[in-house]
Each structure stands twice: as structure tokens, then as C-alpha cells.
């Protein structure tokens, strides 16, 4: 079977635990409990057949470093259970199509977007 190859919206505390995760749990056995997964194979992929190829935020602290340097980012806050190699995978700046929300908008600050000329 392939590769899943996986981009993420959003660096944030969820995308801080898959990453975490899919690292940690790369070698697992099929047969393994593994905590917060059913099942490490499941329709034949396992954990490790989970590749990031992409990642996009809005907060400038996170805009432009590595993906295993930004899910550690503040404000991200989630429990850190594994060190996580440098994946290659640069952050680029996301689109604000739907805004900022009033809360976070107080703790962070976008990045400068980009522009694009046709």
C-alpha cells in the first residue's frame, strides 16, 4: 500500500498531537495497545504510512519554521510526549478567509499574507 500523505490547516494543539503521535508511534506493531488509536493498522496503512507534506497557519511565530519546530510554538500549549526530528516541511502562511476569532486575536499576530498578482 502507499503513503497518506497528510497537509495541515492549522498548527495548533491537535496538529501538535498527530504529529507527535505518528512520530512516536511509527514503529508500533499491528498487535501493540498504543494509546488514543484503536487500531495502529487500519485498512491495511499503518501509523507510519502517515507522511506531512504540508502545512499552513496564520500566526507569524509559526509562519516559516520547520513543522516540528512550530507545533511547539506558543500558544500552543499540549502535553509534549516525544521530540520530533526535522520534518522538511516548511509552515507557509494560510488564508484568513474566515477571520480571526476576538480571543485569539488577542494572543497572536497574523503573518503578513501574501500576495499574488495574476
Do not use: W
Not at 17 to 29: D, E, I, N, T
Not at 34 to 45: A, D, E, I, R, T
Not at 69 to 86: L, S, W
Amino acid at each position: 500500500m502507499g503513503k497518506i500523505n497528510v497537509a495541515i490547516i492549522g498548527v495548533g494543539n491537535c496538529a501538535s498531537s498527530l504529529v507527535q503521535g505518528v512520530h512516536y508511534y511509527r514503529k508500533a506493531k499491528d498487535t501493540e495497545f498504543v494509546p488514543g488509536l484503536m487500531h495502529v493498522n487500519l485498512g491495511g496503512y499503518h501509523v507510519s504510512d502517515i507522511n506531512f507534506t504540508a502545512a499552513f497557519d496564520i500566526d507569524k511565530n509559526k509562519v516559516g519554521k520547520d513543522l516540528s519546530e512550530a507545533i511547539f510554538t506558543k500558544p500552543n500549549n499540549t502535553f509534549k510526549f516525544t521530540d520530533v526530528p526535522e520534518m522538511g516541511i516548511k509552515v507557509e502562511r494560510g488564508m484568513t478567509h474566515d477571520g480571526l476569532g476576538k480571543y485569539l486575536s488577542q494572543i497572536i499576530q497574523k503573518a503578513p499574507a501574501l500576495l499574488l498578482i495574476l
